[in-house]
C-alpha cells in the first residue's frame, strides 16, 4: 500500500546533537511538508518542498534544515541551533492542483531532548 | 489569503449524545475543506473533504460535515458519540484548489464521558 513513513518513533536527543528524522512517501507526491506539534498549538509549518532540489521555509524554520534530493524524501535536521526542539513532528505529502486532495500524514517522530 | 478558526479547544459529551465541531474559514476563493482526526501518538487521518461537490459530506466513522458559504462554516457532527471517538480533531482550508497548501485551525480535543 503507498504511503508515508516516518522513522524513527521515537527519538532522544542529547543537548548540541544534530539529528535527523527520516520521511520517505512511494505516493508518488510532488509536494512535501515537515510540521511541528505542541501541546495546545496545532501544527506549525517548518518547511516545504514542491519539487526536487528546491524547498521554502514554513513559519518556524529557525534551528531546522531539509533537502529534497529525491522525490520520494524529505528529510528533517533539528540542529542544535534549536533551543526547544522537544515536540511531535509530522511528515506530509500532496499532490498538486487541480487534484489536489489534501494532505496524506506520517504516524509521527517524537523527539525528546535528555 | 486564509485561515480557520475552531471554536473550543476541548470539547466534551455523553456517549450516545450528539457530537459538533464547529469550524469557521476565511478564503478569498471558493475553498476546499477538510476534517482530520488524530489519536494519540499517531499522525493525522481524514475523516471527510468538501470539494466544491455536495454541500453535506460524508465521512468516515459515521461523521459528515455541511459546507455553508454564507456562514463561512464547515461544522462537523455525528449523531451519537463512541468512546472510540474521543481525539483530537483538525479543521483546514485550502484555497485556489490546493495551490496555496492547507491551513491548519489549532485543533478540538474530544473528549466523550461514559
Known amino acids: 500500500d503507498g504511503g508515508i513513513t516516518q522513522s524513527p518513533k521515537y527519538l532522544f536527543r542529547k543537548e548540541g546533537q544534530n539529528v535527523t528524522l527520516s520521511c520517505e512517501q512511494n505516493l508518488n507526491h510532488d509536494a512535501m511538508y515537515w510540521y511541528r506539534q505542541d501541546p495546545g498549538q496545532g501544527l506549525r509549518l517548518i518547511y516545504y518542498?514542491?519539487?526536487?532540489?528546491?524547498?521554502q521555509k514554513g513559519d518556524i524554520a529557525e534551528g531546522y534544515s531539509v533537502s529534497r534530493e529525491k522525490k520520494e524524501s524529505f528529510p528533517l535536521t533539528v540542529t542544535s541551533a534549536q533551543k526547544n526542539p522537544t515536540a511531535f513532528y509530522l511528515c506530509?505529502?500532496?499532490?498538486?492542483?487541480?487534484?489536489?486532495?489534501?494532505?496524506?500524514f506520517g504516524s509521527g517522530t517524537r523527539l525528546t531532548v535528555v | 489569503a486564509q485561515s480557520v478558526t475552531q471554536l473550543g479547544s476541548h470539547v466534551s459529551v455523553s456517549e450516545g449524545a450528539l457530537v459538533l465541531l464547529r469550524c469557521n474559514y476565511s478564503s478569498s476563493v471558493p475553498p476546499y475543506l477538510f476534517w482530520y482526526v488524530q489519536y494519540p501518538n499517531q499522525g493525522l487521518q481524514l475523516l471527510l473533504k468538501y470539494t466544491s461537490a455536495a454541500t453535506l459530506v460524508k465521512g468516515i466513522n459515521g461523521f459528515e460535515a455541511e459546507f455553508k458559504k454564507s456562514e463561512t462554516s464547515f461544522h462537523l457532527t455525528k449523531p451519537s458519540a463512541h468512546m472510540s471517538d474521543a481525539a483530537e480533531y483538525f479543521c483546514?482550508?485550502?484555497?485556489?484548489?490546493?495551490?496555496?497548501?492547507?491551513?491548519f485551525g489549532k485543533g478540538t480535543h474530544l473528549i466523550i464521558q461514559p
Open positions: 506530509a505529502s500532496s499532490i498538486d492542483p487541480p487534484n489536489f486532495n489534501g494532505y496524506t
Open positions: 518542498s514542491q519539487i526536487v532540489n528546491d524547498f
Open positions: 483546514a482550508v485550502s484555497s485556489g484548489g490546493g495551490a496555496d497548501g492547507l491551513t
